[in-house]
């Protein structure tokens, strides 16, 4: 995730410094889409292995 973000903000970087907007547009726009993604993807991780931390402690609970 991280070598990604960095070629969003090179490309982006890139069309700033040769006045292509479109470019640097790109950039940002792959930079953002990519941040989405893994954000989503570890917020899921993250409250499924809170669900799952619940149910097993009330599991122990039930169980004891």
Do not use: E
């Not at 792959?30 to 570890?42: D, G, H, S």
Request: glycine share 10%.
């Amino acid at each position: 995730p991280l070598w990604t973000a960095t070629v969003g903000l090179v490309i982006a970087g890139f069309g700033w410094m040769t006045g292509d907007s479109q470019r640097m547009h790109q950039g940002l726009a792959l930079m953002t889409t990519l941040a989405t993604m893994w954000f989503l993807f570890f917020g899921t991780l993250f409250l499924f292995s809170c669900i799952l931390r619940i149910v097993v402690w009330c599991f122990h609970k039930i169980r004891s």
